[in-house]
């Protein structure tokens, strides 16, 4: 069984950054894609960024296009989400998931984190 955990969320002012990690353990990490995703309260699940594994190509959301950069570590089993130029907007619990290739549907993954907290002050 996968099993991800996410962690770095916390309170940074507006035009600050944070780095989030999702670490990934039960199944081998060469084999599997992870995106990142976000939910403000009220909100739908959205799609922030993906990164494959086969060729480590990534994708981002045209609203963190440019300010977020995800990447991941084979040998320490981890993917991160540098997050700069943060704004109030980017507020939400941010999860990490697993695929075997990145789409742009929650729905298609398989496994998911508890979810780590980003509050940005205005």
């Known amino acids: 069984e996968v099993q991800l955990v996410e962690s770095g969320g916390g309170l940074v002012q507006a035009g600050g950054s944070l780095r989030l990690s999702c670490a990934f353990s039960?199944?081998?990490?060469?084999?599997?894609?992870i995106g990142w995703f976000r939910q403000a309260p009220g909100k739908e699940r959205e799609g922030v960024s993906c990164?494959?594994?086969?060729?480590?190509?990534?994708y981002y959301a045209d609203s963190v296009q440019g300010r977020f950069t995800t990447s991941r570590d084979n040998a320490k089993n981890t993917v991160y989400l540098q997050m700069n130029s943060l704004k109030p907007e980017d507020t939400a619990v941010y999860y990490c998931?697993?695929?075997?290739?990145?789409?742009?549907?929650?729905?298609?993954?398989?496994?998911w984190g508890p979810g780590t907290q980003v509050t940005v002050s205005s």
């Open positions: 039960g199944f081998t990490f060469d084999d599997y894609a």
């Open positions: 998931a697993s695929i075997v290739i990145c789409t742009t549907s929650p729905l298609d993954f398989d496994s």
């Open positions: 990164i494959n594994s086969i060729d480590g190509s990534t």
